[in-house]
């Protein structure tokens, strides 16, 4: 049994022992209010991440523009991978053999994967010849009647570059632009090499024409 006084708290044994433990009501009701109030301030800030978790969780449901903004700038979202695609559109039937001022046609392919849009600076031209031994037999006969032991150079071979268009394209993001590029060589070695290059991107593909 438990009694209950206003000085003690008193508590009786089965076999009639009485162990009685004294305490002051005053402290103890201050022990019982100290209690209480941590509870009360654990609770309530308990109560204060929960909303600021779901106030959280409702914004990034309702995806702002300004917040996506800001934790992309913050590098706390998953970034995206970007880059342009360049291709030939067909580049199975693209041309395999040229003879001088004879027209050619074929396609390339910018595929806008930046994610923002883009203003690309592209060039199209053909190095002619290769420095095969067709393509420098005329220059090696020339050059040995005027031989020049100090020319490091006279064995590097550097083709002749013949611009056949340049231009600007736009494109949004994820837009694919096709350009097609009519052209003909003044001029043909026995293999020709036609090169697309965006010069902003440092990015270029390219293909070999037999000469004719």
């Given amino acids: 049994m438990v009694e209950f006084t206003g000085i003690f708290i008193a ?25 209480r109030k941590y509870l009360h ?20 449901n309702l995806k702002p523009k300004w ?9 706390l979202l998953p970034q995206p991978e970007t880059l342009t695609e360049l291709y030939f559109t067909d580049h199975l039937n693209l041309p395999i053999s040229i003879a001088p001022n004879q027209k050619r046609y074929f396609e390339f392919t910018i595929h806008n994967m930046e994610e923002k849009d883009m203003t690309y600076t592209y060039e199209v031209y053909a190095n002619i010849g290769d420095g095969s031994d067709e393509d420098t037999t ?66 270029s593909i390219h293909f070999w024409v037999r000469g004719e």
Avoid at 41 to 60: C, E, H, M, S
Avoid at 67 to 75: A, F, G
Avoid at 181 to 201: D, G, H, S
Wanted: aromatic share 8%; proline share 3%.
């Fill in 11 to 35: 508590n009786t044994t089965k076999r009639g022992h009485r162990l009685t433990v004294k305490s002051h009501p005053v402290f103890l009701y201050e022990r019982v209010m100290e209690i």
């Fill in 67 to 75: 917040m996506m903004d800001k934790l992309n700038e913050w590098k």
């Fill in 138 to 203: 005329e220059s090696s006969e020339s050059s040995e009647s005027t031989p020049s032991d100090n020319d490091e150079s006279a064995d590097v071979f550097i083709p002749e570059k013949i611009l056949i268009e340049e231009g600007e394209i736009k494109t949004a993001s994820d837009q694919y632009k096709t350009v097609g590029i009519t052209f003909e060589l003044p001029m043909v070695k026995a293999r020709n090499q036609v090169v697309v290059n965006l010069i902003n991107k440092n990015q």
């Fill in 41 to 60: 301030i654990k609770n309530a800030v308990v109560i204060i991440y929960v909303a600021l978790f779901l106030l959280l969780a409702f914004y990034i």
